[in-house]
């Protein structure tokens, strides 16, 4: 079945580095969302990406959908402590949702 | 409308007893969705309704889960016979439209540990 994957699992940064986290699917997806889970707390919403090769931008982060829609990336700009959380991407599977397993982000301030 | 809440918020049990959970999505959302999250995993999909219709169930789901939505409102999650592999973060979602894609809105979620 379909399988979605992140990497890297874990990712600790100093303040003020940039953050990349990278998603996988087996198959082909009509779209791509993005979530961020603060420790303690529930997923919250991002961004969804539905054309191939899109590019979407929130202030320091930055989304993007491969060609292929099978792969997708989120990149933040100079981290700030509030980046902190496991960012999560979810694509639609034939009638569900699939989450990846999430990249934890850790910020030294 | 404050966003999906949850009931309750945790939840202790005895291994072999019974628990439900209560989701209440937000208003005129007419998917709702329940998740399952243990440790360092995403949420993991168990199933979900249209309204009142429960139109997919993970095959990963035992018969001991069974979840309901009567009249299209509020949902419920029963776990029979609790085992300690039970316990988890349980997540409701709501979304606002008919598609699988859409953004969907989790509440807090029910932490459940079995003894």
């Known amino acids: 079945g379909q399988q979605v994957m992140q990497i890297p699992q874990y990712q600790h940064v100093q303040e003020g580095e940039d953050f990349t986290t990278y998603c996988n699917s087996s198959?082909?997806?009509?779209?791509i969302q993005w979530y961020k889970q603060r420790p303690g707390g529930h997923p919250v919403f991002l961004i969804q990406?539905?054309?191939?090769?899109e590019v979407k931008k929130q202030k320091r982060l930055t989304f993007q959908f491969g060609e292929a829609k099978k792969n997708s990336s989120l990149h933040i700009t100079a981290t700030q402590t509030t980046d902190v959380g496991t960012y999560f991407c979810a694509g639609p599977g034939n009638n569900d949702m699939r989450f990846g397993a999430g990249t934890r982000l850790t910020v030294k301030p | 409308d404050t966003g999906v809440s949850q009931n309750p918020r945790h939840k202790i049990t005895k291994r072999g007893q019974n628990v439900t959970f209560r989701c209440d999505p937000i208003?005129?959302?007419?998917?709702l969705y329940w998740y399952r999250q243990t440790l360092g995993q995403g949420p993991e999909f168990l199933t979900y309704f249209q309204n009142e219709a429960q139109l997919e169930k993970s095959r990963l789901l035992s018969d001991r889960f069974s979840a309901e939505r009567p009249k299209g409102s509020f949902s419920t999650l029963e776990i029979q016979r609790t085992e300690q592999g039970d316990s988890a973060m349980y997540l409701c979602?709501?979304?606002?439209?008919?598609?699988?894609?859409?953004?969907?809105?989790f509440g807090p979620g029910t932490r459940l540990t079995v003894l």
């Open positions: 979602a709501s979304s606002p439209l008919g598609g699988v894609t859409d953004t969907q809105y």
């Open positions: 208003s005129e959302h007419n998917r």
């Open positions: 198959t082909t997806l009509s779209n």
């Open positions: 990406l539905v054309k191939s090769g």
